[in-house]
Structure formats: C-alpha cells, structure tokens
C-alpha cells in the first residue's frame, strides 16, 4: 500500500474542494480507508472513515452533512468532497489505510499505512 495525497488548495468560506488518496501499489482495495487532519497547533482529528467494499462509512460531527467519503470503482482511491468549508476546516488533510474495521473503530488502533497530507486552506 503506498498512499498518496492529492487535491488540496485554497478556498474561501463556503467553497468547496475535493481531496483524492490514491494507492500507488494497488493493493488497498480491501482496506478500510480513513481521512484525517491537524490544524497548527492542534492534535490529530478523524474525519471520515470507509470501509473496504465502499458500504460503510463514518463521519465526525464537525463535518457531517458538508463532508463526504468515497471509493473509486477500483476502491484504490478514495475521495473526500468538501462542501461550505468554514476556516476551522484548515489543516494538514492525510488519508490512511487498516486492514480490520473493528480495530480502529471499536479498539481505537493505529493505522497500518499512511500517506503525506495535502493542504487545505479556509480563508473567512
């Protein structure tokens, strides 16, 4: 699995944008896929969670009903769209990889693979 980031950019308040995670090594359609982000200053936030067959999907409060993830046909991509950003929306967006639902969203553990951030910039 070899993750990587793309799509990020600045916006102004109510815009949107959509970030891509593409695996490189093909090999993550059977993962369960996660956006995360840290703003400056701040610790990491989950954002928005799928599962390997593209069914099953968890998003934070903080961005429900204006933040949505999806699978590719080939599920090696994931996509996060962005709708009426807000400035508490700037951060460092990365997109990981872990092979049991149950681990991470029931026992909290780390992701197998990760991939470099993408910026996103919310200007008021």
């Known amino acids: 699995v070899q993750l990587q980031a793309s799509g990020g950019g600045s916006v102004q308040a109510g815009g949107s944008l959509r970030v891509s995670c593409e695996d490189s090594?093909?090999?993550?359609?059977?993962?369960?896929m996660g956006w995360f982000r840290r703003a400056l200053g701040k610790d990491r936030e989950r954002v928005a969670v799928i599962n390997s067959a593209g069914g099953r999907t968890y998003v934070a409060d903080a961005v429900r009903g204006r933040f949505t993830i999806s699978r590719g046909n080939g599920k090696n991509t994931v996509y996060l769209q962005m709708n009426n950003l807000k400035p508490e929306d700037t951060a460092v967006y990365y997109c990981?990889?872990?092979?049991?639902?149950?681990?991470?969203?029931?026992?909290?553990?780390?992701?197998?693979?990760w991939g470099q951030g993408t910026q996103v910039t919310v200007s008021s």
């Open positions: 090594g093909r090999t993550s359609s059977t993962y369960n």
């Open positions: 990981a990889a872990a092979r049991s639902w149950k681990s991470i969203m029931v026992l909290g553990t780390e992701y197998d693979y």
